[in-house]
């Protein structure tokens, strides 16, 4: 009986030190992204670990992994599935699989600046995205911008027609595909990692980027001309594993939700700032041209590319692409 009894009470004082071991190791939120630490989603990733740590001291410790480290871009969202990566940020051209309306940011001169952008993202139907995978497992914790993109090329792009034949780097979307074949340009998915490479050896001859990714990439090194085309958007949905993040303490998710917002304004205000910086760095690097496009030639690229959207306003939802046309107007 005694013998027992005392097996009984070193079995329930192993379980409560186990126990209080446990509850004093923090949870590990592991952030993977695939740019480098100088750009937009870097800084914000740095500040999301930053913030997390000092106001949740012992409770939470954030790990971030940058430039594709831990996974690159064809991998990560497998990863946060599989409970592997617990949170990811990756461009809204990168989400066809899992939501087909959140194909609508990658629609060419959509929006006519970023303060648009930031409209539409905080409108209702912006919000409503940010939901939609809820289902998937996915949830959206909020948007944070990069920038408008920039065609870049060994070649001078003035007009559509001069990217006729070329190949151009695309990311994993069908909507970024047709937008270079409406100009008869060849284009080819590849993931971010490969894009120096992918422009360096000619596998591609150019590509479409904000000026952050291009400078932090060195892609201006390899690419002799770029033009201020400012024809599409490259933001982002911050997204975690629902299942994960439901299954938080209550107090550590509420407090990293408001980090998260926090974090968002402050990303969303550095942003252009940020890229007009890495536009000076790419012109006092002397290696590339920058194209400024007179109000006639960019007319002329819209008209080239704009036909796009029809193709996909059946997935995205005419409405859908109403409301963020809307959002152009303060
Ligand atoms: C790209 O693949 O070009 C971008 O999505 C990379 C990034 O995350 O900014």
Same mark, same amino acid.
């Given at each position: 009986?005694?013998?027992?009894?005392?097996?009984?009470?070193?079995?329930?004082?192993?379980?409560?030190?186990?126990?209080?071991?446990?509850?004093?190791?923090?949870?590990?939120?592991?952030?993977?992204?695939?740019?480098?630490?100088?750009?937009?989603?870097?800084?914000?990733? #740095?500040?999301?670990?930053?913030?997390?740590?000092?106001?949740?001291?012992?409770?939470?410790?954030?790990?971030?992994?940058?430039?594709?480290?831990?996974?690159?871009?064809?991998?990560?969202?497998?990863?946060? #599935?599989?409970?592997?990566?617990?949170?990811?940020?990756?461009?809204?051209?990168?989400?066809?699989?899992?939501?087909?309306?959140?194909?609508?940011?990658?629609?060419?001169?959509?929006?006519?600046?970023?303060?648009?952008?930031?409209?539409?993202?905080?409108?209702?139907?912006?919000?409503?995205?940010?939901?939609?995978?809820?289902?998937?497992?996915?949830?959206?914790?909020?948007?944070?911008?990069?920038?408008?993109?920039?065609?870049?090329?060994?070649? +001078?792009?003035?007009?559509?027609?001069?990217?006729?034949?070329?190949?151009?780097?695309? %990311?994993?979307?069908?909507?970024?595909?047709?937008?270079?074949?409406?100009?008869?340009?060849?284009?080819?998915?590849?993931?971010?990692?490969?894009?120096?490479?992918?422009?360096?050896?000619?596998?591609?001859?150019?590509?479409?980027?904000?000026?952050?990714?291009?400078?932090?990439?060195?892609?201006?090194?390899? %690419?002799?001309?770029?033009?201020?085309?400012?024809?599409?958007?490259?933001?982002?949905?911050?997204?975690?594993?629902?299942?994960?993040?439901?299954?938080?303490?209550?107090?550590?998710?509420?407090? #990293?939700?408001?980090?998260?917002?926090?974090?968002?304004?402050?990303?969303?205000?550095?942003?252009?700032?940020?890229?007009?910086?890495?536009?000076?760095?790419?012109?006092?690097?002397?290696?590339?041209?920058?194209?400024?496009?007179?109000?006639?030639?960019?007319? +002329?690229?819209?008209?080239?590319?704009?036909?796009?959207?029809?193709?996909?306003?059946?997935?995205?939802?005419?409405?859908?692409?109403?409301?963020?046309?809307?959002?152009? %107007?303060?």
């Amino acid at each position: 009986m005694f013998k027992l009894t005392a097996k009984a009470v070193a079995c329930a004082l192993s379980l409560s030190v186990a126990g209080l071991v446990h509850a004093a190791d923090p949870i590990t939120i592991k952030f993977s992204h695939v740019v480098a630490e100088n750009t937009p989603k870097g800084q914000g990733a #740095l500040m999301f670990k930053r913030l997390a740590e000092e106001r949740l001291p012992g409770k939470v410790k954030v790990e971030v992994y940058p430039n594709s480290s831990l996974y690159g871009d064809g991998k990560e969202m497998e990863a946060l #599935l599989l409970g592997d990566v617990h949170i990811i940020a990756p461009s809204l051209a990168k989400f066809e699989h899992y939501s087909k309306a959140i194909q609508i940011f990658d629609l060419p001169f959509l929006f006519d600046d970023i303060e648009a952008v930031d409209r539409f993202q905080k409108s209702e139907g912006g919000q409503k995205l940010l939901a939609s995978m809820q289902d998937k497992g996915i949830t959206g914790l909020g948007y944070w911008h990069n920038g408008l993109k920039q065609l870049s090329a060994n070649k +001078k792009l003035v007009e559509p027609k001069d990217a006729r034949g070329l190949k151009f780097r695309v %990311q994993a979307s069908a909507v970024l595909d047709e937008q270079f074949k409406a100009l008869k340009a060849n284009p080819r998915k590849m993931s971010f990692a490969e894009v120096y490479q992918g422009l360096q050896t000619g596998v591609v001859n150019g590509a479409e980027n904000p000026y952050s990714n291009i400078y932090s990439q060195k892609m201006h090194e390899v %690419q002799k001309y770029i033009t201020e085309s400012n024809h599409g958007l490259l933001d982002y949905m911050v997204i975690t594993n629902t299942k994960f993040w439901e299954g938080l303490p209550a107090d550590v998710r509420t407090e #990293l939700r408001s980090i998260m917002d926090e974090v968002s304004v402050e990303v969303n205000r550095l942003a252009y700032e940020l890229n007009e910086g890495d536009k000076q760095r790419i012109l006092a690097a002397g290696t590339t041209e920058i194209i400024t496009l007179t109000p006639e030639q960019r007319a +002329k690229w819209r008209e080239a590319m704009q036909p796009v959207w029809k193709k996909f306003e059946g997935e995205i939802g005419a409405d859908l692409i109403k409301a963020a046309q809307a959002s152009n %107007q303060k």
